[in-house]
Protein backbone atom coordinates (compact mmCIF):
# COMPACT_ATOMS: atom_id res chain seq x y z
CA UNK A 1 0.00 0.00 0.00
CA UNK A 2 1.84 3.01 -1.33
CA UNK A 3 1.95 6.16 1.17
CA UNK A 4 -0.21 8.49 -1.16
CA UNK A 5 -3.15 5.71 -0.51
CA UNK A 6 -2.10 6.16 3.37
CA UNK A 7 -2.94 9.48 3.23
CA UNK A 8 -6.19 9.44 2.06
CA UNK A 9 -7.01 6.57 4.15
CA UNK A 10 -6.14 8.62 6.97
CA UNK A 11 -7.43 12.02 5.79
CA UNK A 12 -11.01 10.54 3.97
CA UNK A 13 -13.11 10.20 7.07
CA UNK A 14 -16.52 10.13 4.48
CA UNK A 15 -16.58 6.43 2.87
CA UNK A 16 -16.15 5.94 -0.96
CA UNK A 17 -19.80 5.37 -2.91
CA UNK A 18 -19.41 2.43 -3.78
CA UNK A 19 -23.14 1.99 -4.46
CA UNK A 20 -23.38 4.95 -6.61
CA UNK A 21 -23.58 3.46 -9.77
CA UNK A 22 -26.29 0.70 -8.44
CA UNK A 23 -29.80 0.68 -9.85
CA UNK A 24 -32.50 1.31 -7.76
CA UNK A 25 -33.54 -2.27 -7.78
CA UNK A 26 -30.43 -3.36 -6.11
CA UNK A 27 -30.37 -0.15 -3.72
CA UNK A 28 -33.66 -1.75 -2.84
CA UNK A 29 -32.84 -5.33 -2.28
CA UNK A 30 -29.58 -4.30 -0.39
CA UNK A 31 -31.67 -2.57 2.22
CA UNK A 32 -34.00 -5.74 2.60
CA UNK A 33 -31.81 -8.22 3.20
CA UNK A 34 -29.57 -5.66 5.55
CA UNK A 35 -33.17 -5.13 7.38
CA UNK A 36 -34.17 -8.82 7.47
CA UNK A 37 -30.27 -9.71 8.83
CA UNK A 38 -30.68 -7.09 11.29
CA UNK A 39 -34.51 -8.16 12.45
CA UNK A 40 -32.50 -12.04 12.86
CA UNK A 41 -30.03 -10.96 14.96
CA UNK A 42 -32.43 -8.41 17.22
CA UNK A 43 -35.16 -11.55 17.68
CA UNK A 44 -32.74 -13.56 20.57
CA UNK A 45 -33.49 -10.36 22.65
CA UNK A 46 -36.79 -9.85 21.59
CA UNK A 47 -37.83 -13.02 22.53
CA UNK A 48 -35.75 -12.92 25.97
CA UNK A 49 -37.53 -9.96 26.42
CA UNK A 50 -40.78 -11.35 26.26
CA UNK A 51 -40.10 -14.42 27.86
CA UNK A 52 -39.36 -11.83 30.87
CA UNK A 53 -42.50 -10.24 31.07
CA UNK A 54 -44.37 -13.55 30.64
CA UNK A 55 -45.92 -15.36 34.17
CA UNK A 56 -43.52 -17.58 35.56
CA UNK A 57 -45.69 -20.84 34.80
CA UNK A 58 -45.78 -19.75 31.44
CA UNK A 59 -42.15 -19.00 31.19
CA UNK A 60 -41.63 -22.44 31.72
CA UNK A 61 -44.15 -23.56 29.25
CA UNK A 62 -43.42 -26.48 27.24
CA UNK A 63 -44.19 -25.87 24.15
CA UNK A 64 -43.09 -22.74 24.36
CA UNK A 65 -45.10 -19.33 22.79
CA UNK A 66 -43.23 -16.95 21.10
CA UNK A 67 -45.49 -13.95 22.98
CA UNK A 68 -46.75 -13.38 26.47
CA UNK A 69 -50.15 -14.68 27.05
CA UNK A 70 -50.27 -12.07 30.05
CA UNK A 71 -48.06 -10.24 31.03
CA UNK A 72 -46.66 -9.87 34.49
CA UNK A 73 -43.73 -8.85 36.53
CA UNK A 74 -43.15 -11.78 38.73
CA UNK A 75 -39.98 -13.02 37.46
CA UNK A 76 -38.17 -9.33 37.52
CA UNK A 77 -39.09 -9.55 41.46
CA UNK A 78 -38.09 -12.76 41.59
CA UNK A 79 -34.68 -11.40 40.69
CA UNK A 80 -35.07 -8.13 42.46
CA UNK A 81 -35.16 -10.59 45.53
CA UNK A 82 -32.77 -13.89 44.33
CA UNK A 83 -30.30 -14.17 47.41
CA UNK A 84 -28.78 -11.35 48.77
CA UNK A 85 -30.56 -8.92 46.74
CA UNK A 86 -30.10 -8.03 42.54
CA UNK A 87 -28.50 -4.51 44.55
CA UNK A 88 -25.78 -6.36 46.34
CA UNK A 89 -25.44 -8.01 42.99
CA UNK A 90 -25.17 -5.22 40.70
CA UNK A 91 -23.21 -3.04 43.22
CA UNK A 92 -20.73 -5.25 43.22
CA UNK A 93 -20.23 -5.29 39.39
CA UNK A 94 -20.48 -1.58 39.33
CA UNK A 95 -17.73 -0.88 42.20
CA UNK A 96 -15.39 -3.28 40.34
CA UNK A 97 -16.26 -1.21 37.14
CA UNK A 98 -15.38 1.62 38.07
CA UNK A 99 -11.85 0.86 39.86
CA UNK A 100 -11.45 -1.06 36.42
CA UNK A 101 -11.83 2.24 34.71
CA UNK A 102 -10.11 4.15 36.88
CA UNK A 103 -6.93 2.06 36.81
CA UNK A 104 -7.20 1.98 33.39
CA UNK A 105 -7.51 5.26 32.73
CA UNK A 106 -4.37 6.21 35.07
CA UNK A 107 -1.81 4.19 33.67
CA UNK A 108 -2.74 3.49 30.07
CA UNK A 109 -3.21 7.91 29.18
CA UNK A 110 0.15 8.88 30.22
CA UNK A 111 1.61 5.37 28.55
CA UNK A 112 0.10 6.26 25.42
CA UNK A 113 1.65 10.08 25.64
CA UNK A 114 5.16 8.52 26.35
CA UNK A 115 4.60 6.56 23.66
CA UNK A 116 3.30 9.24 20.79
CA UNK A 117 5.75 11.99 21.90
CA UNK A 118 9.17 10.79 23.14
CA UNK A 119 11.86 8.84 21.04
CA UNK A 120 14.23 6.76 23.23
CA UNK A 121 16.11 3.41 22.95
CA UNK A 122 14.21 0.60 23.59
CA UNK A 123 10.38 2.41 23.01
CA UNK A 124 9.45 -0.47 21.25
CA UNK A 125 10.67 -3.32 23.21
CA UNK A 126 8.49 -1.65 25.92
CA UNK A 127 5.48 -0.79 23.95
CA UNK A 128 5.09 -4.75 22.93
CA UNK A 129 6.01 -4.71 27.05
CA UNK A 130 2.87 -3.34 27.52
CA UNK A 131 1.09 -5.53 24.65
CA UNK A 132 2.32 -8.88 26.73
CA UNK A 133 -1.20 -9.36 28.11
CA UNK A 134 -2.81 -10.32 24.47
CA UNK A 135 0.55 -12.80 24.53
CA UNK A 136 0.02 -13.96 27.89
CA UNK A 137 -3.92 -15.31 28.23
CA UNK A 138 -5.51 -13.70 31.79
CA UNK A 139 -6.69 -17.44 32.01
CA UNK A 140 -3.15 -19.25 32.34
CA UNK A 141 -2.49 -16.32 35.02
CA UNK A 142 -5.46 -17.06 37.47
CA UNK A 143 -3.76 -19.39 39.32
CA UNK A 144 -0.98 -17.28 40.22
CA UNK A 145 -2.87 -13.84 40.67
CA UNK A 146 -5.48 -15.82 43.03
CA UNK A 147 -2.52 -17.37 45.22
CA UNK A 148 -1.00 -13.82 45.00
CA UNK A 149 -4.15 -11.89 45.73
CA UNK A 150 -5.51 -14.29 48.48
CA UNK A 151 -1.98 -13.57 50.25
CA UNK A 152 -2.31 -9.86 50.77
CA UNK A 153 -6.23 -10.13 51.09
CA UNK A 154 -6.96 -8.81 47.29
CA UNK A 155 -9.37 -12.76 47.15
CA UNK A 156 -13.05 -11.34 47.17
CA UNK A 157 -12.21 -7.96 47.06
CA UNK A 158 -13.15 -5.63 44.24
CA UNK A 159 -10.28 -4.04 44.21
CA UNK A 160 -8.30 -7.33 43.31
CA UNK A 161 -10.98 -8.65 40.40
CA UNK A 162 -10.82 -4.88 39.10
CA UNK A 163 -7.14 -5.28 38.55
CA UNK A 164 -7.60 -8.10 36.33
CA UNK A 165 -10.50 -6.62 34.32
CA UNK A 166 -7.92 -3.77 33.90
CA UNK A 167 -5.06 -6.21 32.56
CA UNK A 168 -7.44 -6.94 29.83
CA UNK A 169 -7.97 -3.62 28.33
CA UNK A 170 -4.41 -2.42 29.34
CA UNK A 171 -3.22 -3.44 25.13
CA UNK A 172 -6.17 -1.75 23.47
CA UNK A 173 -6.34 1.12 26.09
CA UNK A 174 -2.74 1.80 25.90
CA UNK A 175 -2.48 1.50 22.03
CA UNK A 176 -5.86 3.92 21.63
CA UNK A 177 -4.36 6.42 23.71
CA UNK A 178 -1.15 6.16 21.64
CA UNK A 179 -2.55 6.84 18.16
CA UNK A 180 -4.92 9.42 20.15
CA UNK A 181 -1.89 11.10 20.84
CA UNK A 182 -0.34 11.04 17.52
CA UNK A 183 -3.50 12.23 16.05
CA UNK A 184 -2.58 15.68 18.24
CA UNK A 185 -0.39 18.38 15.91
CA UNK A 186 2.72 18.71 17.09
CA UNK A 187 3.12 22.39 16.76
CA UNK A 188 0.24 22.73 19.68
CA UNK A 189 2.47 21.66 22.37
CA UNK A 190 5.82 23.56 20.56
CA UNK A 191 3.81 26.86 20.84
CA UNK A 192 2.74 25.96 24.32
CA UNK A 193 6.51 25.30 25.07
CA UNK A 194 7.48 28.94 23.69
CA UNK A 195 4.70 30.49 25.85
CA UNK A 196 6.65 28.72 28.70
CA UNK A 197 4.76 25.37 29.68
CA UNK A 198 6.72 22.29 30.98
CA UNK A 199 6.16 19.06 29.79
CA UNK A 200 3.97 18.25 32.25
CA UNK A 201 1.76 20.79 30.89
CA UNK A 202 1.79 20.11 27.48
CA UNK A 203 0.77 16.75 28.73
CA UNK A 204 -2.43 17.76 30.89
CA UNK A 205 -3.18 21.00 29.60
CA UNK A 206 -2.69 20.70 25.82
CA UNK A 207 -2.75 16.91 24.54
CA UNK A 208 -4.71 15.93 27.25
CA UNK A 209 -7.99 17.97 26.98
CA UNK A 210 -8.03 16.99 23.03
CA UNK A 211 -7.66 13.45 23.13
CA UNK A 212 -11.10 13.38 26.19
CA UNK A 213 -12.89 11.15 23.68
CA UNK A 214 -10.47 8.45 23.71
CA UNK A 215 -10.10 9.01 27.10
CA UNK A 216 -13.62 7.94 27.00
CA UNK A 217 -13.66 5.41 25.07
CA UNK A 218 -11.09 3.53 27.37
CA UNK A 219 -13.40 3.85 30.02
CA UNK A 220 -16.63 2.88 27.99
CA UNK A 221 -14.89 -0.41 26.98
CA UNK A 222 -13.64 -0.65 30.56
CA UNK A 223 -16.42 -0.47 31.59
CA UNK A 224 -18.24 -3.14 29.49
CA UNK A 225 -15.49 -5.51 29.61
CA UNK A 226 -15.39 -5.77 33.54
CA UNK A 227 -19.45 -5.81 33.74
CA UNK A 228 -19.06 -8.67 31.50
CA UNK A 229 -16.60 -11.03 32.41
CA UNK A 230 -17.37 -13.99 34.09
CA UNK A 231 -14.47 -16.34 34.64
CA UNK A 232 -12.12 -14.58 36.95
CA UNK A 233 -15.16 -13.39 38.73
CA UNK A 234 -16.11 -17.05 39.00
CA UNK A 235 -12.46 -18.02 40.70
CA UNK A 236 -11.81 -14.84 42.64
CA UNK A 237 -15.00 -14.43 44.14
CA UNK A 238 -16.20 -17.35 46.28
CA UNK A 239 -18.35 -15.77 48.92
CA UNK A 240 -21.97 -15.54 47.95
CA UNK A 241 -22.19 -11.74 49.18
CA UNK A 242 -19.08 -11.00 46.32
CA UNK A 243 -20.88 -12.19 43.25
CA UNK A 244 -21.26 -10.05 40.27
CA UNK A 245 -23.69 -9.95 38.08
CA UNK A 246 -22.65 -12.70 35.50
CA UNK A 247 -21.80 -15.31 38.27
CA UNK A 248 -25.64 -14.60 39.89
CA UNK A 249 -26.91 -15.34 36.74
CA UNK A 250 -25.15 -18.40 36.45
CA UNK A 251 -26.15 -19.36 39.91
CA UNK A 252 -29.84 -18.79 38.80
CA UNK A 253 -29.47 -20.88 35.90
CA UNK A 254 -27.94 -23.72 38.47
CA UNK A 255 -31.54 -23.14 40.23
CA UNK A 256 -32.92 -25.43 42.57
CA UNK A 257 -33.00 -28.82 42.95
CA UNK A 258 -32.17 -29.26 38.66
CA UNK A 259 -35.61 -27.55 37.95
CA UNK A 260 -34.45 -23.92 35.82
CA UNK A 261 -36.48 -20.90 36.93
CA UNK A 262 -36.51 -19.51 33.31
CA UNK A 263 -38.70 -16.72 33.65
CA UNK A 264 -36.65 -14.98 36.24
CA UNK A 265 -33.07 -16.28 34.15
CA UNK A 266 -34.44 -13.92 31.40
CA UNK A 267 -35.44 -11.31 33.43
CA UNK A 268 -31.74 -11.25 35.12
CA UNK A 269 -30.51 -11.80 31.42
CA UNK A 270 -32.32 -8.87 30.30
CA UNK A 271 -31.11 -6.58 33.44
CA UNK A 272 -27.71 -7.59 32.72
CA UNK A 273 -28.20 -6.37 29.21
CA UNK A 274 -29.36 -3.36 29.96
CA UNK A 275 -25.96 -0.68 30.91
CA UNK A 276 -23.91 -2.51 28.03
CA UNK A 277 -26.94 -1.42 24.89
CA UNK A 278 -27.57 1.81 27.27
CA UNK A 279 -23.79 2.66 26.24
CA UNK A 280 -23.83 1.34 23.16
CA UNK A 281 -27.04 3.49 21.88
CA UNK A 282 -26.35 6.86 23.73
CA UNK A 283 -22.70 6.70 22.80
CA UNK A 284 -22.01 4.74 20.01
CA UNK A 285 -20.03 7.53 18.71
CA UNK A 286 -17.22 7.11 21.24
CA UNK A 287 -17.83 3.19 21.22
CA UNK A 288 -17.44 2.66 17.58
CA UNK A 289 -14.88 5.12 16.39
CA UNK A 290 -13.20 3.77 19.89
CA UNK A 291 -13.00 0.13 18.53
CA UNK A 292 -11.97 1.43 15.06
CA UNK A 293 -8.98 3.88 15.92
CA UNK A 294 -7.92 1.33 17.90
CA UNK A 295 -7.72 -1.56 15.59
CA UNK A 296 -7.69 -0.53 12.13
CA UNK A 297 -4.47 2.02 11.66
CA UNK B 1 21.71 15.98 28.03
CA UNK B 2 18.59 17.17 26.05
CA UNK B 3 17.88 13.49 24.79
CA UNK B 4 18.19 11.92 28.17
CA UNK B 5 15.58 14.22 29.83
CA UNK B 6 13.47 13.24 27.06
CA UNK B 7 14.48 9.58 27.63
CA UNK B 8 13.87 9.65 31.02
CA UNK B 9 10.23 11.74 30.45
CA UNK B 10 9.12 9.19 28.57
CA UNK B 11 10.26 6.55 30.58
CA UNK B 12 8.35 8.27 33.41
CA UNK B 13 4.84 8.58 31.30
CA UNK B 14 5.48 4.85 30.37
CA UNK B 15 6.06 4.03 33.98
CA UNK B 16 2.75 3.40 35.63
CA UNK B 17 1.77 0.79 32.99
CA UNK B 18 5.12 -0.69 32.62
CA UNK B 19 4.99 -1.33 36.76
CA UNK B 20 1.57 -2.85 35.99
CA UNK B 21 2.49 -5.59 33.29
CA UNK B 22 5.27 -6.60 35.91
CA UNK B 23 3.87 -6.73 38.61
CA UNK B 24 0.16 -8.35 37.46
CA UNK B 25 1.63 -10.17 34.12
CA UNK B 26 4.92 -10.54 34.03
CA UNK B 27 5.90 -11.48 37.52
CA UNK B 28 2.66 -14.30 38.21
CA UNK B 29 3.89 -15.95 34.80
CA UNK B 30 7.28 -16.20 36.30
CA UNK B 31 5.56 -18.38 39.26
CA UNK B 32 3.03 -19.69 36.99
CA UNK B 33 5.83 -21.26 35.73
CA UNK B 34 7.69 -22.22 38.89
CA UNK B 35 4.33 -23.83 39.90
CA UNK B 36 4.50 -25.95 36.77
CA UNK B 37 7.10 -27.47 38.33
CA UNK B 38 5.25 -28.01 41.79
CA UNK B 39 2.99 -30.70 43.08
CA UNK B 40 1.15 -27.51 44.56
CA UNK B 41 -2.59 -28.01 45.61
CA UNK B 42 -5.21 -25.59 45.88
CA UNK B 43 -4.97 -26.32 49.75
CA UNK B 44 -1.44 -25.49 49.87
CA UNK B 45 1.72 -27.60 50.41
CA UNK B 46 3.76 -28.98 47.23
CA UNK B 47 7.04 -29.80 46.66
CA UNK B 48 9.34 -29.59 43.28
CA UNK B 49 8.23 -32.44 41.14
CA UNK B 50 10.54 -31.50 38.34
CA UNK B 51 8.84 -32.32 34.66
CA UNK B 52 6.99 -34.62 36.36
CA UNK B 53 3.52 -32.46 35.18
CA UNK B 54 4.55 -32.10 31.68
CA UNK B 55 4.98 -35.95 31.25
CA UNK B 56 1.35 -36.53 33.08
CA UNK B 57 0.19 -33.95 30.55
CA UNK B 58 1.46 -35.65 27.45
CA UNK B 59 -0.51 -39.03 28.99
CA UNK B 60 -3.45 -37.10 29.80
CA UNK B 61 -5.66 -38.77 27.20
CA UNK B 62 -8.40 -35.83 28.39
CA UNK B 63 -5.85 -33.13 27.75
CA UNK B 64 -5.50 -33.92 24.47
CA UNK B 65 -9.30 -34.99 24.27
CA UNK B 66 -10.14 -31.04 25.12
CA UNK B 67 -7.09 -29.13 23.25
CA UNK B 68 -8.62 -31.35 19.56
CA UNK B 69 -12.04 -29.95 20.79
CA UNK B 70 -10.29 -26.36 21.37
CA UNK B 71 -9.06 -26.62 17.75
CA UNK B 72 -11.87 -27.91 16.35
CA UNK B 73 -13.80 -25.39 17.67
CA UNK B 74 -11.53 -22.32 16.58
CA UNK B 75 -11.03 -23.94 12.52
CA UNK B 76 -15.17 -24.60 12.19
CA UNK B 77 -16.06 -20.91 13.69
CA UNK B 78 -12.98 -18.72 12.40
CA UNK B 79 -13.81 -19.00 8.66
CA UNK B 80 -17.54 -18.53 9.38
CA UNK B 81 -16.90 -15.35 11.20
CA UNK B 82 -14.41 -13.86 8.90
CA UNK B 83 -16.35 -14.73 5.70
CA UNK B 84 -19.64 -13.92 6.95
CA UNK B 85 -18.40 -10.60 8.70
CA UNK B 86 -16.70 -9.35 5.23
CA UNK B 87 -19.98 -10.53 3.67
CA UNK B 88 -21.96 -8.35 5.84
CA UNK B 89 -19.61 -5.79 5.43
CA UNK B 90 -19.97 -5.51 1.67
CA UNK B 91 -23.55 -5.68 2.27
CA UNK B 92 -24.10 -2.62 4.69
CA UNK B 93 -20.49 -0.54 3.48
CA UNK B 94 -22.36 2.36 1.84
CA UNK B 95 -23.51 4.79 4.38
CA UNK B 96 -26.82 5.03 3.77
CA UNK B 97 -29.74 5.78 6.68
CA UNK B 98 -31.28 2.33 6.58
CA UNK B 99 -28.23 0.25 6.22
CA UNK B 100 -26.45 1.77 8.96
CA UNK B 101 -28.98 1.35 11.44
CA UNK B 102 -28.63 -2.60 10.41
CA UNK B 103 -24.87 -2.64 10.63
CA UNK B 104 -25.70 -0.71 14.53
CA UNK B 105 -28.02 -4.04 15.15
CA UNK B 106 -26.31 -6.58 13.78
CA UNK B 107 -22.97 -5.17 15.88
CA UNK B 108 -25.31 -4.72 19.47
CA UNK B 109 -24.53 -8.56 20.37
CA UNK B 110 -21.29 -7.40 20.86
CA UNK B 111 -21.19 -5.32 23.47
CA UNK B 112 -23.31 -8.14 25.62
CA UNK B 113 -21.26 -10.18 27.88
CA UNK B 114 -20.20 -13.74 26.51
CA UNK B 115 -21.62 -15.27 29.91
CA UNK B 116 -25.13 -13.68 29.48
CA UNK B 117 -25.53 -14.33 25.40
CA UNK B 118 -24.55 -18.09 26.26
CA UNK B 119 -27.20 -18.21 29.18
CA UNK B 120 -29.59 -16.97 26.46
CA UNK B 121 -28.80 -19.20 23.51
CA UNK B 122 -28.96 -22.11 26.36
CA UNK B 123 -32.62 -21.24 26.77
CA UNK B 124 -33.18 -20.32 23.23
CA UNK B 125 -31.50 -24.03 22.64
CA UNK B 126 -33.23 -25.95 25.36
CA UNK B 127 -35.34 -28.88 23.67
CA UNK B 128 -38.23 -27.86 26.47
CA UNK B 129 -38.50 -24.22 26.06
CA UNK B 130 -36.36 -23.16 23.32
CA UNK B 131 -37.52 -20.65 20.91
CA UNK B 132 -34.68 -21.68 18.97
CA UNK B 133 -36.06 -25.06 18.24
CA UNK B 134 -39.75 -24.17 18.24
CA UNK B 135 -38.67 -21.58 15.26
CA UNK B 136 -37.07 -24.20 13.72
CA UNK B 137 -39.83 -26.65 13.60
CA UNK B 138 -42.76 -23.97 12.85
CA UNK B 139 -40.45 -23.72 9.86
CA UNK B 140 -40.18 -26.77 8.54
CA UNK B 141 -36.21 -26.96 8.93
CA UNK B 142 -36.50 -29.47 11.56
CA UNK B 143 -38.93 -32.32 12.47
CA UNK B 144 -38.95 -32.60 16.21
CA UNK B 145 -37.35 -29.90 19.09
CA UNK B 146 -33.79 -30.78 18.56
CA UNK B 147 -31.87 -32.12 21.59
CA UNK B 148 -28.44 -29.87 21.23
CA UNK B 149 -26.43 -31.32 24.23
CA UNK B 150 -26.49 -34.68 24.28
CA UNK B 151 -24.00 -35.34 21.19
CA UNK B 152 -21.00 -33.25 21.09
CA UNK B 153 -20.84 -32.73 17.67
CA UNK B 154 -24.57 -30.93 18.18
CA UNK B 155 -23.48 -29.20 20.87
CA UNK B 156 -20.10 -27.66 19.05
CA UNK B 157 -23.08 -26.41 16.24
CA UNK B 158 -24.93 -25.22 19.07
CA UNK B 159 -22.20 -23.18 20.72
CA UNK B 160 -20.60 -21.86 17.45
CA UNK B 161 -24.50 -20.52 15.96
CA UNK B 162 -24.25 -18.58 19.83
CA UNK B 163 -20.80 -17.11 19.42
CA UNK B 164 -21.22 -16.16 15.76
CA UNK B 165 -24.53 -14.14 16.57
CA UNK B 166 -22.50 -12.58 19.29
CA UNK B 167 -19.43 -11.20 17.54
CA UNK B 168 -19.86 -11.82 13.98
CA UNK B 169 -20.78 -7.96 14.52
CA UNK B 170 -16.94 -6.91 15.52
CA UNK B 171 -15.58 -8.64 12.43
CA UNK B 172 -18.42 -6.59 10.11
CA UNK B 173 -17.41 -3.13 12.08
CA UNK B 174 -13.83 -3.40 11.43
CA UNK B 175 -14.25 -4.82 7.65
CA UNK B 176 -16.45 -1.56 7.01
CA UNK B 177 -14.32 0.71 8.02
CA UNK B 178 -11.53 -0.67 6.22
CA UNK B 179 -13.78 -0.87 3.40
CA UNK B 180 -14.07 2.35 3.67
CA UNK B 181 -11.69 3.33 4.00
CA UNK B 182 -10.16 2.26 0.15
CA UNK B 183 -9.44 5.51 -1.50
CA UNK B 184 -11.85 6.95 -3.79
CA UNK B 185 -9.66 7.37 -6.72
CA UNK B 186 -9.01 3.25 -7.18
CA UNK B 187 -12.73 2.84 -7.28
CA UNK B 188 -13.31 5.05 -9.67
CA UNK B 189 -10.25 3.96 -11.53
CA UNK B 190 -11.87 0.91 -11.64
CA UNK B 191 -15.18 1.71 -12.41
CA UNK B 192 -13.90 3.35 -15.67
CA UNK B 193 -11.98 0.55 -16.76
CA UNK B 194 -15.56 -1.45 -16.42
CA UNK B 195 -15.12 -3.59 -13.13
CA UNK B 196 -17.86 -5.79 -12.81
CA UNK B 197 -18.74 -5.51 -8.42
CA UNK B 198 -17.18 -9.10 -7.98
CA UNK B 199 -13.87 -7.84 -9.85
CA UNK B 200 -13.75 -5.22 -7.76
CA UNK B 201 -14.26 -6.94 -4.13
CA UNK B 202 -11.57 -9.46 -5.49
CA UNK B 203 -9.35 -7.15 -7.05
CA UNK B 204 -9.52 -3.70 -5.00
CA UNK B 205 -11.64 -4.12 -1.34
CA UNK B 206 -9.91 -7.72 -0.74
CA UNK B 207 -6.36 -7.04 -1.30
CA UNK B 208 -6.20 -3.15 0.18
CA UNK B 209 -8.12 -4.82 3.37
CA UNK B 210 -5.98 -7.52 4.26
CA UNK B 211 -4.15 -6.34 6.90
CA UNK B 212 -7.45 -5.44 9.08
CA UNK B 213 -8.78 -9.27 7.28
CA UNK B 214 -5.54 -10.75 9.15
CA UNK B 215 -5.98 -8.75 12.19
CA UNK B 216 -9.51 -10.02 13.00
CA UNK B 217 -8.00 -12.96 11.98
CA UNK B 218 -6.08 -13.11 14.50
CA UNK B 219 -8.25 -11.71 17.06
CA UNK B 220 -11.09 -14.26 16.47
CA UNK B 221 -8.71 -17.31 16.23
CA UNK B 222 -6.94 -16.25 19.29
CA UNK B 223 -10.31 -15.92 21.33
CA UNK B 224 -11.59 -19.24 20.15
CA UNK B 225 -8.47 -21.22 21.49
CA UNK B 226 -9.07 -19.33 24.44
CA UNK B 227 -12.81 -20.33 25.01
CA UNK B 228 -14.31 -21.12 28.55
CA UNK B 229 -17.74 -19.12 28.97
CA UNK B 230 -19.89 -20.11 26.10
CA UNK B 231 -18.87 -24.12 26.93
CA UNK B 232 -19.09 -23.73 30.68
CA UNK B 233 -22.58 -22.18 30.47
CA UNK B 234 -24.19 -24.09 27.19
CA UNK B 235 -22.61 -27.52 27.76
CA UNK B 236 -20.87 -28.07 31.15
CA UNK B 237 -17.87 -30.02 29.24
CA UNK B 238 -20.64 -32.77 28.30
CA UNK B 239 -21.99 -34.92 26.94
CA UNK B 240 -19.20 -37.41 28.44
CA UNK B 241 -16.56 -34.68 28.79
CA UNK B 242 -16.40 -34.00 25.08
CA UNK B 243 -16.81 -30.28 25.09
CA UNK B 244 -14.04 -29.70 27.25
CA UNK B 245 -12.17 -26.84 26.03
CA UNK B 246 -8.12 -26.02 27.14
CA UNK B 247 -8.85 -23.03 29.05
CA UNK B 248 -11.99 -25.18 30.59
CA UNK B 249 -9.90 -28.17 31.70
CA UNK B 250 -7.48 -25.89 33.09
CA UNK B 251 -10.03 -24.77 35.48
CA UNK B 252 -11.29 -27.89 35.94
CA UNK B 253 -8.04 -29.30 36.94
CA UNK B 254 -6.74 -26.02 39.42
CA UNK B 255 -9.77 -24.82 40.61
CA UNK B 256 -12.37 -28.01 40.90
CA UNK B 257 -9.62 -30.91 41.22
CA UNK B 258 -7.33 -28.45 43.20
CA UNK B 259 -4.27 -29.54 41.22
CA UNK B 260 -2.69 -26.34 41.43
CA UNK B 261 1.09 -27.32 40.07
CA UNK B 262 -0.61 -29.68 37.13
CA UNK B 263 -3.54 -26.45 36.13
CA UNK B 264 -0.48 -24.38 35.97
CA UNK B 265 1.73 -26.90 33.57
CA UNK B 266 -1.24 -26.80 31.56
CA UNK B 267 -1.52 -23.19 31.33
CA UNK B 268 2.22 -23.02 30.41
CA UNK B 269 1.51 -25.15 27.65
CA UNK B 270 -1.66 -23.18 26.48
CA UNK B 271 0.29 -20.13 26.66
CA UNK B 272 3.26 -21.41 24.51
CA UNK B 273 0.08 -22.57 21.89
CA UNK B 274 -1.53 -18.72 21.64
CA UNK B 275 2.13 -16.83 21.05
CA UNK B 276 3.04 -19.34 18.69
CA UNK B 277 0.14 -18.46 17.12
CA UNK B 278 0.08 -14.98 18.09
CA UNK B 279 3.67 -14.31 16.37
CA UNK B 280 3.01 -16.08 13.40
CA UNK B 281 0.11 -14.27 12.58
CA UNK B 282 1.62 -11.05 13.49
CA UNK B 283 4.68 -11.76 10.99
CA UNK B 284 2.52 -12.29 8.39
CA UNK B 285 0.55 -9.53 8.99
CA UNK B 286 3.83 -7.43 8.78
CA UNK B 287 5.16 -9.49 5.40
CA UNK B 288 1.85 -8.93 3.27
CA UNK B 289 1.18 -5.33 3.92
CA UNK B 290 4.79 -3.90 3.90
CA UNK B 291 3.08 -0.14 4.43
Redesign the interface.
Known amino acids: ???A??A??RV?A??????T?AGAPI?YL??A???F???L??A??V??FF?SIKTTAD??????T?LPRALSLENYVKIFNYQAGLWSYVSNSLMVAIYAIL?VV???V??G???A?????G?EV?FL??L??????Y???????Y??FAKVGLANSQFGLA??H??LQ?PFS?YLMRNNFEGVPRELEEAAVIDGAG?FQC?SRVALPLVLPGVVTIALFAF?TS?????AAL?LMNKETEFTV?IM??SV?TGHFGAVD?GA??AG?II??IP??A??VFL?KY??SG??SG??K | MR?RN??L??????A???L??LA???I??G??IY?SFTSASLLGGGSWVGWANYERIWHDSNFWKALGFTVKYTVYITPILMIGGYL?AL??????P??Q?????????V??????SS??????F?Q?????D?ALVDLHIAQD?IVWFSSADWALWAVIISVV?KVI??GM??FV???????????EAS?IDGATYWQ?VTHIYLP?TS??IL?VTL?SA?GSM?A??QL??MTGGGPRGLTFTS?YW??QS??IKFQ?GY??AL??I??AI??VG?AIQITLTARR???
Open positions: MSDVIQRRAPASQAERVGVAVIAAMLPILSAASASPPYIVIAPAYGLRFRFRKLLLLPLMIPQALLTPLLDIIAMVVSFIWNELLIPLVRWLQISICVIYQYVLLAV | MKEAGLLYMPALFVFVLPFQLTLLTATNRILFARGVIFLPVIGLGTLLWFWLDQVGLFKMWGFILASIQGVSRDVTLRLRTLIILFEYIVIYSFLGSSVLTIMASPA
